[in-house]
C-alpha cells in the first residue's frame, strides 16, 4: 500500500526491512505496556483460536479451516490480530505466540482425526518474522512427527508481501515446506502483483484473492476481471484458488460461474470456536 512506512531493523544485527501503517504506531509507553501483558498471555492461557471453515465450491462441503488468532485480554477484552500481531513481529514474541499456534493446531488436527475427520486440512497465517527463524521448517516437522500427523493436513498462509521482502529466502523456506510435505497458501494474492514471476518457480497448493477484491465483483467491473483473471493464473499453473471475504450470495454465484475452486467468508460461516466448529461438521464425511 502507497501509506506504508519502512525502515530498517537494526536490532539483533538484522538487516531485514519491516512494514509499519502508520494508524498502528503507538507510544513507547504504550508499547512497553502491551509487550508486557502479551508476554504472559500464552502461560496465562489468554490466547485461542478461532476456525473459519473452508468450503469446496463443487461439493459444497468443509475442506477444512483457516485458524485465527484471538487474545482475551484481561481489561481490553478479545483482540483481533490487528491489534497485536504488528507488535509482536516488532517485538519478537510472534516467534513463541507461532509456535503455541503450531502446537495447538497439532493438537486438534490429532482431535478432528479421532472423532473420524482424517481429511480435513487446517491453515495457520504465518508472518516474516516466524518464516526467517532458523529451522522453522523443521520445528513443524518435528511437531508433526510428535503428533503422528501425516504433513499434508497442515497448511501455512503466507502473503504474497512476504515473498518480496527477501526471495531469497523465500525461495528456500518454500522448497523446504514442499520437501516436508506440507501445503502452501499465498494469502492476499494479488494486493501486491509481485508475484507471477515467482509462481512459476515456487511449488504452492494454493492462492487466495484478498477481500478486496471480492467485495464488488461483478461481470460488469474490473474486480471481476481481476478476480477472474487470478482465478485463470491459478489454474494454468494448476493451483487452486481460494476466495476469501465471500459475503453475499451473489459473490458466491460469480465466484461458482467461474470455477473458482473453495471460498471462505462470512456469508457461509463466520470465524468459529472449536466446539461451534465440530458441530458444523457434524456426521464424520468419510
Ligand atoms: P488473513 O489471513 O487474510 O485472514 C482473513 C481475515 O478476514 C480474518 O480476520 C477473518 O476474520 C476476516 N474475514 C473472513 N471472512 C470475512 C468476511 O466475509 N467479511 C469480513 N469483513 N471479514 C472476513 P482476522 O481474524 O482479524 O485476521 C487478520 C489477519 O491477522 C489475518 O489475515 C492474518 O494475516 C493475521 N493473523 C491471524 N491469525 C494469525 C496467527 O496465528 N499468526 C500470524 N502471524 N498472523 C495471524
Ligand atoms: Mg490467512
Ligand atoms: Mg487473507
Known sequence: AADVAMYHAKAAGRNDVHFFSPDMKLTTEAKNKLETSMRNAIDNNEMFLVFQPRICLKTGKIVGAEALLRWRHPEQGVLLPAAF?????????????????????????????????????????????ELNQKNYIDLIGKKLNDFHLSPELFELEVKEACLLRNPQLTRDVFSQIKRMGIKLTIDEFGAG??????????????????????????????????????????????????????????????????????????????????????????????
Open 85 to 129: 500481531i504488528g507488535e509482536a513481529e516488532e517485538n519478537g514474541l510472534i516467534v513463541p505466540l507461532g509456535e503455541w499456534v503450531i502446537d495447538s493446531i497439532c493438537a486438534i488436527l490429532q482431535r478432528l482425526s479421532a472423532l473420524g475427520f482424517r481429511q480435513l486440512a487446517l491453515s495457520m497465517n504465518v508472518s516474516f518474522r
Open 193 to 286: 502483483m509481485s508475484s507471477l514471476s515467482s509462481l512459476q518457480t515456487l511449488t504452492i497448493n494454493h492462492l487466495k484473492i484478498p477481500k478486496s477484491f471480492i467485495e464488488s465483483i461483478s461481470d460488469q467491473n474490473t474486480d471481476g476481471v481481476m478476480a477472474k483473471t487470478m482465478i485463470g493464473i491459478g489454474h494454468n499453473m494448476n493451483i487452486n484458488v481460494i476466495a476469501e471475504g465471500v459475503e453475499t450470495r451473489s459473490q458466491l454465484n460469480f465466484l461458482k460461474a467461474n470455477d473458482c475452486d473453495e471460498m471462505q467468508g462470512n456469508y457461509f460461516s463466520e470465524p468459529l470456536s472449536l466446539s461451534a466448529f465440530e458441530q458444523m461438521l457434524g456426521a464424520p464425511q468419510g
